[in-house]
DNA sequence: CCTACCGATCGGTAGG
DNA sequence: CCTACCGATCGGTAGG
């Protein structure tokens, strides 16, 4: 059935991911929805039958992003106490979602800017919801006299971005797995804190 | 003569600075050169008495960047020997520059695959130069036995994206100088690598 | 899923 | 520095 000229009828979750690849490629307003569509095979006016417009695309990428960033959070220090251990799952969790989500992450960080209000502001506060658990570990860790560091926020920032920019470089056919990276990456972080 | 519709004569900085602020809060293809002329109260076609176009905007900012950063890795580690010296030198310039040229950095660091070719691989090597010096510096100090860290590469990725993020949150009116700021990053970067 | 078409806007040029 | 204007392309709609 999969040969030359064949049909495959197009689905919402094919224009989203043609989307996500086109958006992580050449940015938000640096894609337009007929190479979405040329993609696809089709003609744009059809993709209308598959989403809401562009801004719905673009909607649809960053929330589900956020708010599994935020859900894997939860989930990876759930029950955690000690914050070493807390501050352990958090970046190793948040490293391997950027690993193996690299277009949702570079999307994200690139073009939530890019979002008609007031989902930009949703969205941003979101993503600030991330940031301060994350500072707050590192505060709780500071306080217990379990890290070192001048300023949590620093900190907090350096590890953040540092785990983003693994969405820029990881390949899946590279020399190292998703884990194996997140694993190295936790270690940077701890070392950052100065945990002891 | 500074009054309300007075007509100041628009210059090449002028223009370049006005896109400048333009590109890093909209993004190159975010922003329409009638923004520009619009910042500068003139109309569009006024703007090419001091442009090649929006590409030579883009251009003339992402080499004038990718070559300063060049620049200030070489006065930086000129003359030292010592790995702990170097990378502390070399951070810290790295560092320095994204708080106080934030608005290039992150035009760079968006956009510089939104230039045309053969602009486009041309800046990418430049990149890439200032890149593998960095690792250089890390790969020099694991093998002297005054680093350690299992991959210089990841390190590198990850001291380099710690840097570059400065550009996004600081602030010249926020509590921390840009030099603070850089000392801090400086010793994130000496933790990552295990320095002893 | 398509063709036909919309108004708006884009970067850029002509010509003064 | 301007007005006038260019072709191209944008996201999106009508209507089937």
């Not at 979002?115 to 505060?139: C, G, K, N, T, Y």
């Not at 907090?156 to 190292?176: H, K, N, T």
Request: proline share 3%; aromatic share 6%.
């Amino acid at each position: 059935m999969t040969r030359t000229g064949e049909r495959t009828t197009v689905t919402s979750a094919a224009v989203l991911d043609s989307a996500l690849t086109l958006f992580a490629e050449l940015g938000y307003h640096g894609t337009a929805l007929s190479q979405i569509a040329e993609s696809l095979e089709v003609r744009t006016p059809s993709l209308y039958n598959h989403m809401r417009g562009k801004q719905g695309l673009l909607l649809t990428i960053v929330r589900g992003t956020v708010t599994g960033v935020l859900d894997d959070f939860a989930a990876a220090t759930d029950g955690l106490t000690d914050p070493g251990d807390k501050l352990r799952a958090a970046v190793r969790a948040y490293a391997l979602r950027h690993a193996s989500h690299r277009r949702e992450a570079i999307v994200v960080n690139r073009d939530t800017s890019s979002l008609d209000e007031p989902h930009r502001s949703e969205m941003q506060e979101l993503r600030r919801r991330h940031d301060h658990a994350l500072r707050a570990i590192i505060e709780e860790g500071v306080t217990a006299g379990r890290f070192s560091v001048d300023s949590p926020a620093l900190a907090s920032f350096a590890i953040r971005e540092m785990c983003v920019s693994v969405a820029r470089w990881f390949r899946d056919d590279g020399p190292r797995t998703a884990d194996q990276v997140a694993d190295e990456y936790t270690d940077f972080a701890m070392r950052i804190v100065g945990s002891r």
